[in-house]
């Protein structure tokens, strides 16, 4: 315990205090357990701005007007912590607070009839959060039978109101103790993540912050990929200085042979001059070709190195990025985004800085041969230079435009070409077609735009550079006539070369904005992947000895966006070698359950607990190796049988993979096969019917020997005698496993041991299957409208067959 | 089979701020029904699902204009309370840190600021103009006509859509 003599400033300062609140825990969260120990040291300080300044937790800094009205009105009062609404009743934008004591609610809104209102939570039957659309509202209805909505907010305050609600419903189910405002406490600790260096958000609890760990600019987050070619990329330059060196000599003898060699008539001297630019032009060339090669080389390399990058990234990426990002996009940010980044990579590298001797490489010719007509010769650079940044200025957003209609276009190829089956099935071609040319059309009006920017900009350019020749034509012609002493026609041919070589990289530079901007498009797209938050691994490195497979949720709740619960306070316990059927509704929530078991999503409130260990504490990878997941619908890749079985563990023997397919019942069918194990599979496993891919499914899940087993409606879209060749291999393999499976068809649960009835994302039902049955509630019911179905479909059957 | 309201045939009133209690001409009477609209984004006044507190579909109705002026007034008045969609009528400032994109708009709610992580899949365009938004915390705010935004702020969305 920490003993404070006087309060430093950054106490009484709520935004720093909050931030120091949550943080510390995060920081060393070896040594402080929880924010509780953080408001004890706290403890006992004296209080110079009010109760809810510091001992109080709250979502975000409270108002100083609502701060000062409730320790004014309620100083005696104590709140254990506050939710700050960003609503007022009427659903207008304004401040609000609920603030919680031990006995009490007190609701700060100004359009309250009589505010501040304080409710006793003794004489609450229940408190709720009504989530509607874009808003959510608490609300309570009393003992007495009457009805209040306290607070209105957006979802940002939603889930620490959810959290509030379920404080006051336990106060009063169990009476007050601190292992209530404990769990509260981490509700608003994983909602308050803030960086403890800047103050900012996070994207996720934990994270790390995007402000403070980043790179910064693009060119620094990109010189990795250029790091890694730059031997490749120095001789390339070289080379290309060289280049630029030998195509300034040809004006320059040019010069000579109209001034001195063609009026003296000498032969010599000609054979001499043309042997020079021959020498000049075979370098050049030579030298530009072995560039180019070498460039072509490095350039492909960067390219796939950042490919290779961001593919590696996709794959850690969380579920959510990919709930809320097309496939079809990522895609295209793989291929075309890093093609261009690739070009603009090179246009920097090479060609900038080519350009860049050029242009000062001939300016010093220029002003060699004569600086009273090469400053006049410049003066359009200005017009190109300044020209060239207002359409560049203009470019930018369109490009943007162009990016997110072509990404539209890839997501559609990417939905409709896998799916072709079901669009030929619904005769759905010609809806398909026009969609696709809706978007395609999209994009044209957009490039439409742009091209008439960027086809009248060079346009424009050029016409500005014609300029400058004329000019040259025009007062070095003059030069010429008035028989101007030092200057001959020999030097006004080689200056008009010059010149127009000169507008080249004036040209350049004044485009490279162009192709920057479309490049920055690609790159903050790339970006978007590079710089997104990777799939959590808290623990790595941290391997159990082994998992014996005791699953435990505890007070489980989770939304896979704030407007809709999808788990509501689970708590359930499987005992390591139970067999658990999930079952349910479609909705219900049972394969949000799996899904959170195998830490597709980690945004959960409450505790998942594998061997009395948080799932988060263990390395994910190892973690995810313990667990078997056969699916619905059985992700098969466009490879060999054998290699579909064999995916995820590699160096695994042959005869181990025929071993896993004979106990699937799959050996026997891939048998048949004509090229048997390497047959090659298209994409999904085009090549094999529904219930033979699942089999090879399962042997897949053999072969990596789990001690956990998940199956997601194995067996729900095969017929019954495949059903009960797939029975049978699962019978095989959940032997002395923790199994979970979740089925409609409840005769696949026959070995259950214990039966987990889900409804609306909650658990309604949990038990032996003989102890629900007598219980006769909703898994009774489902039971028996099951067996009179199938009843029915028998009897039918009889019928027909009669 | 679900029960499609046509209009005359119920008398709706505002229970509890976004319940309606509903009455049938045949005499059947509902309490605490749940409106909720079916196509919240593209026809609010089309197709008004009524459910009960189990989540259980009562009817539907048809089209909400068709009902009798009070019960049209009613249900109204409980689709406000419940959706809350800001129109936002101008965007103040735009500022973006590392990824993070913090925007402050005028809305008919009053001002807000909110903030976007990725508004590639934050803002979506409609056909109709409309544009719509959804934030970091996953509310939604809705600009009307892209064309009505002043110059000031369609400069500031428009290389986001």
């Known amino acids: 315990m920490y003993t404070l003599n006087k309060i430093p400033d950054w106490l009484t300062n709520p935004r720093k205090c909050l931030t120091i609140a949550i943080h510390l825990p995060i920081m060393r969260n070896k040594s402080i357990k929880n924010i509780y120990s953080v408001v004890l040291i706290f403890a006992g300080v004296p209080q110079t701005e009010g109760v809810i300044v510091m001992n109080t937790l709250f979502n975000r800094p409270v108002p100083d007007s609502l701060k000062k009205a409730f320790n004014a009105e309620f100083s005696e009062q104590e709140p254990l912590f506050c939710v700050v609404g960003d ?13 919680f004591t ?44 009457k009805r209040m909505s306290l607070q209105r907010f957006s ?35 994983k909602q308050r993540s803030f960086c403890p260096k800047c103050g900012r958000k996070l994207p996720s609890p934990d994270a790390d912050c995007i402000n403070c760990s980043s790179k910064g600019h693009i060119l620094s987050k990109l010189s990795k990929y250029i790091a890694g070619e730059k031997k490749g990329l120095i001789v390339c330059l070289l080379l290309s200085i060289f280049t630029t060196a030998m195509a300034l000599v040809p004006p320059y003898i040019t010069s000579i042979m109209v001034d001195d060699v063609l009026p003296n008539k000498d032969a010599q001297g000609l054979i001499n001059v043309i042997l020079i630019l021959v020498i000049c032009y075979v370098l050049q060339y030579a030298v530009t070709g072995f560039r180019s090669y070498l460039l072509r080389v490095t350039g492909s390399r960067i390219v796939i190195s950042l490919k290779k990058d961001i593919y590696e990234k996709a794959q850690y990426l969380p579920m959510s990025f990919y709930d809320k990002t097309s496939t079809g996009s990522v895609i295209n940010r793989i291929n075309s985004d890093t093609s261009t980044l690739q070009q603009f990579i090179l246009k920097i590298t090479q060609e900038a800085v080519v350009q860049f001797f050029m242009l000062f490489g001939i300016l010093a010719i220029m002003l060699a041969m004569n600086w009273k007509l090469t ?55 010609k809806a398909a077609v026009h969609k696709f040319e809706a978007y395609c059309d999209d994009w044209l009006s957009e490039d439409k735009v742009v091209a008439k920017v960027s086809g009248f900009f060079p346009a424009f350019m050029t016409f500005l550079v014609t300029c400058g020749s004329l000019i040259i034509w025009f007062l070095g012609g003059q030069s010429i ?66 998992i014996e497979g005791k699953i435990e949720f505890k007070n489980v709740n989770f939304s896979f966006d704030r407007s809709k619960k999808v788990l509501s306070n689970i708590n359930l316990t499987i005992e390591p070698g139970d067999i658990v059927g999930i079952v349910g509704t479609t909705g219900s929530g049972k394969s949000t359950l799996i899904n959170l078991l195998m830490r597709y999503y980690d945004e959960y409130d409450g505790e998942i607990l594998i061997d009395g260990k948080n799932i ?83 042997a897949r899940a053999i072969l990596k020997n789990p001690g956990i087993l998940f199956f997601d409606e194995a067996t729900a879209a095969v017929d019954s005698e495949t059903e009960n060749l797939i029975q049978t291999a699962i019978e095989r393999l959940i032997r002395g496993r923790t199994t979970i499976m979740i089925a409609h068809r409840l005769s696949t649960l026959r070995k259950a041991n214990k039966i987990v009835v889900v409804d609306k994302g909650e658990i309604i039902e949990c038990g032996p299957p003989e102890e629900l049955l007598a219980m006769k509630g909703k898994y009774y019911k489902l039971v028996q409208i099951q067996s009179m179905g199938e009843k029915l479909l028998a009897a039918k059957a009889e019928e027909n067959f009669e | 089979m679900i029960l499609f309201i046509e209009g005359p045939e119920v008398k709706l009133t505002v229970n509890d701020g976004i319940f309606l209690d509903v009455d049938f001409a045949t005499g059947e009477h509902f309490d605490m029904l749940e409106p909720h609209c079916l196509f919240p984004i593209s026809g609010r006044n ?38 809350m969609m800001p ?45 719509l938004i959804k934030d970091a915390n996953d509310n939604r705010y809705e600009i009307p006509d892209i064309k009505q935004l002043d110059k000031k702020s369609y400069k500031m969305l428009a290389p986001k859509i």
């Not at chain 2, 699902?49 to 109705?61: F, R, Y």
């Open chain 1, 87 to 99: 609503l007022n009743l009427q659903a207008k934008y304004g401040d609000s607070l609920l603030a």
């Open chain 2, 46 to 83: 089309k197709y008004i699902v009524l459910l009960d507190s189990e989540g259980e579909q009562i009817a539907v109705v048809r089209d909400m204009d068709q009902l009798l002026p009070e019960s049209k007034q009613a249900m109204e008045d409980c689709l406000r309370e419940y959706y």
């Open chain 1, 375 to 429: 400053l006049i010769s410049l003066i359009p650079v200005p017009l190109v230079a300044l020209t060239g940044r207002f359409f560049g200025k203009k470019l930018g957003p369109k490009y943007m435009r162009i990016w997110r209609r072509s990404s539209a276009i890839s997501t559609i190829l990417a939905d409709t070409i896998p799916g072709i089956r079901v669009v030929k099935a619904f005769t759905n071609e």
């Open chain 2, 87 to 131: 129109r936002i009528k101008r965007f103040i400032e735009m500022s973006e840190k590392f990824k993070i994109w913090m925007w402050t708009c005028e809305t008919d709610r009053g001002i807000i600021t909110f903030e976007i992580r990725n508004h590639i899949t934050a803002v979506k365009p409609l056909y109709d103009g409309r544009i």
């Open chain 1, 616 to 698: 988060k504490d263990i390395d994910m990878a190892y973690y995810r190796s313990q667990i078997g997941f056969v699916q619905q619908d059985p992700m098969m890749f466009r490879d060999t049988v054998f290699n579909n079985i064999a995916y995820g563990s590699p160096n695994v023997r042959v005869e181990q993979v025929l071993h896993a397919a004979d106990i699937a019942n799959a050996h026997g069918f891939i048998c048949k096969l004509p090229d048997g194990y390497d047959t090659m599979l298209g994409e999904r496993g085009v090549g094999l019917s529904g219930g033979e891919r699942q089999r090879v499914s399962i």
């Open chain 1, 481 to 546: 006539i008035s028989g101007e002493e030092g200057f001959s026609i020999g030097i006004l041919v080689s200056f008009i070369s010059y010149a127009s070589m000169f507008y080249n990289p004036v040209n350049f530079f004044a485009n490279l904005s162009d192709s920057y901007q479309n490049t920055l498009a690609s790159v903050e797209k790339i970006m978007d992947i590079l710089d997104a938050e990777p799939e959590h691994d808290f623990a790595k490195g941290e391997y159990p000895d082994r």
């Open chain 1, 155 to 189: 979802y940002a305050a939603a889930n620490v109101a959810d959290a509030a609600a379920e404080y006051v419903n336990s106060v009063n189910a169990e009476g007050w103790s601190e292992d209530l405002v404990e769990v509260v406490k981490s509700v608003y600790h």
């Open chain 1, 102 to 145: 031990k006995t009490h609610i007190i609701a700060f809104d100004q359009t309250h009839e009589k505010s501040p209102v304080c409710v006793a939570i003794a004489d609450i039957e229940e408190a709720k959060v009504k989530r509607m659309y874009g808003n959510a509202m608490f609300r309570v209805k009393c003992k007495d039978g």
